[in-house]
């Protein structure tokens, strides 16, 4: 019998990523990275001159349909393996990344009667700009006594689902009515290669205010937030949630066609990245935190029991895995972080010495940071560039740096920034172990550990722990494949739970950064200090950041 192989593509912010995978090792055969033509949009909408609100952040979903067609065409050319013997297909997104999409599932934006209003246009995770509507969502959700907001840490965040509907909604009510149903990107794309509309549980339990006992929140509270979204569940969302590991459908024969796949190929029900990192990374059960390092930064964790933990994204059962709890929390800006600070930061003579030398500019401030001690420069950061997911959940924050002289370097400040991460990383671990749910082991995965050793050992040092790496640099990708493989089953060659096929299929590296504890000693001075920074700016409903951004706001206006 020929070998058998699926096929995952990781959805991110900037561009698709797709590898082809042995179904029975997890031996990646080859990939292909498909960059966005429109990539974010947060300026202007695509060939015109509509220029775009602060904190928007769009995309366009055609580039999802041309990434399908030119990652898999790829990744069969490369490795030369018949078609056929391709039995699954699994997909992950960023999340919240919501669209509009009319009766047929054609998104709003694609129609030319919408096409110039950004309210049609796919809103990706971090559209900020429905902060106003998730702070009144909040507001009456407390008033109310509503239990749900326990469940996502006592806040839900402007990403999610239900602030950016209300949003359409006060700012484009034309585009409410408009829409038959708000739809997930990730559910999006998967109706596309089936025709099979699927509301997957992972993103309605965490990002639309789902559980699997309760179900939505009720209608009296959608009135209570505008008469208008009484029925919004009933009539532009979805009842029929569908758990992860679950097959779709098959391939239709218009994909099949596109992709040059067989449309015998299975198509698993649409996922997180983040979420399908975790048995990409070996983990199928409790106390190890994975976390999924690249442009933010998602913290999962698995448990046996429901803990309500303050500043959490979520918490839901089988979110991840089945049979248990799925934790999880974030920081919205990490890798984005250092790439501001390398474009707008960094003086020409850095610039000019990496050319000369040859190396990618992030790898010498890595080099020069390095011979750093821990608390030599001084300096102390917060990593709120792009506001705090966790635990504050709050995109009206901003970055602060404290200590800068006039003999501060850049390099300097690099680690300043990278220390302000991993600070924000042991204020998430400390907050889930303060409600009982223990952190016993790190695991990392994603592009930041593929690309900065130093980084990865402030994270060990700082936290006072080890951390393993994933195999895969491409974890979100093999983590689809493997649901992938699970929705072929294992009476097509592939397996019927994700646990079997992440025992066959998910590796970890031999390398493993462990903490020194020297260092350790001064971070968590460090540590102290930031915490007092964390509250002090971070607590106050009147604070600095707020009202700059508020001076800022009205200026613009």
Known sequence: ??????????????????????VS?????????????????????????????????????????????????????????????????????????????DREGTPLCLKPEFRDNPHAWVKLWKHH??????????????????????RYGGKISSEWLIPKIMQILDEAP???????????AADWIVFKMTGCLSRNSCTAGYKAIWDKDEGYPSKDFFRALDPRLETVVQEKLSLDIVPLGNKAGNLTKEFADLTGLSNNTAVSIGNVDAHVSVPAATVTDEGKMVMIMGTSICHMILGREKKMVEGMCGVVEDGILPGYFGFEAGQSGVGDIFAWFVENAVPEEY????????????????????????????????????????????VDLTGLIVGLTLNSK??????????????????????????????????????????????????????????????????????????????AGKANGGYDSIVDAARAMARIKEKVYKPNKEANSVYMKLFEL??????????????????LKKIKLDVIK
Request: hydrophobic share 40%; glycine share 8%.
């Open 1 to 22: 019998m020929s070998p058998k192989y699926s096929i995952g593509i990781d959805y991110g912010t900037e561009s698709a990523r797709a590898v082809l995978v042995d």
């Open 530 to 547: 930031y915490k007092i920074l964390h509250d002090y700016f971070g607590r106050d409903p009147n604070s600095v950041m707020k009202r």
């Open 351 to 394: 610039q000019i010495k990496a050319r000369e030398e040859k190396v990618d500019i992030h790898a010498l401030l890595e080099r020069e940071a390095a011979d750093l001690k821990p608390g030599e420069s001084g300096l102390l950061a917060l990593d709120w560039l792009n506001g705090n997911r966790s635990i504050l959940v709050d």
């Open 25 to 101: 090792n997890g031996k990646e055969i080859s990939s292909s990275v498909f960059k966005y033509p429109d990539g974010v949009i947060d300026e202007y909408l695509p060939g015109m001159k509509i220029k775009l609100p602060p904190d928007f952040a769009l995309q366009n979903p055609a580039d999802y349909i041309t990434a399908a067609k030119e990652t898999i065409r790829s990744v069969i050319r490369e490795s030369g393996v018949n078609p056929t013997d391709v039995i699954g297909l699994g997909t992950d997104f960023t999340a919240c990344t919501m669209m509009p999409i």
């Open 410 to 487: 850049p390099h300097e400040i690099y680690r300043a920034l990278i220390e302000a991460t991993a600070f924000g990383t042991n204020m998430i671990i400390g907050s889930f172990e303060e409600k009982g749910v223990k952190v016993k082991e790190l695991y990392a995965c994603g592009g930041l550990p593929e690309k900065n050793t130093l980084l990865m050992q402030i994270y060990s040092n700082v936290t006072g722990r080890e951390i393993k790496l994933a195999a895969s640099p491409q974890a979100p990708a093999l983590g689809s494949a493997m649901f992938g493989a699970v929705a």
């Open 174 to 184: 034309e585009i409410y009515d408009a829409a038959d149903k708000f739809i997930e």
């Open 129 to 150: 700009a429905a902060q106003p509507e998730a702070d009144k969502l909040n507001n009456i959700a407390r008033k109310r006594g509503e239990k749900f907001l326990q």
